[in-house]
């Protein structure tokens, strides 16, 4: 399964075409899609920042979900999470997709807008591991052993 070529832009304005612009050469994609989501969210990161400060060309993403009829209010939705995140480095990762979600949701087998969503992807689009829902030591433990085995 892959990852569909979306575009958005982060919190800092600059274009991505995911999965081709990414980073790593492994991301993790974190997917919410409600505002609510970002305590989850944030549970994750915490987890995968170690992650990145230990794994060479690894990096993670959050992307907040819209759907396309949103776009007209962009710069009122981006400007608000823009304001509300001071760290510059949280706001380069974060990419906000307005797209046609039930087609991106039926593309990722996303039964449900009621958590998040997390991929392991290579820059290619290779979609490598995938969760769901809140951070707990087994999840990160099988996402950390399957990059090491890609790694190895």
């Known amino acids: 399964m892959k990852f569909p070529n979306v575009s958005g832009k982060n919190l800092e304005k600059k274009k991505y075409n995911i999965p081709y612009d990414l980073e790593g050469e492994l991301n993790v994609l974190i997917v919410p899609f409600q505002r609510w ?31 396309s009829g949103y776009k007209v209010m962009r710069f009122m939705i981006d400007g608000g999470m823009r304001a509300g995140i001071p760290n510059r480095s949280v706001r380069e990762r974060t990419i906000t997709l307005y797209t046609n979600k039930p087609l991106f949701e039926k593309l990722l087998n996303i039964k449900s807008e009621d958590t998040i969503y997390l991929f392991l992807i290579r820059k290619n689009g290779e979609i490598l591991w995938r969760d769901e829902g809140e951070y707990d030591t087994q999840k990160g433990e099988e996402l950390l052993k399957t990059i090491e085995n890609l790694n190895a």
């Open 37 to 67: 989501h970002q305590s989850l969210a944030d549970e994750w990161s915490v987890f995968l920042n170690k992650i990145e400060k230990s794994t060479q060309d690894f990096r993670y993403y959050e992307v907040p979900t819209l759907n």
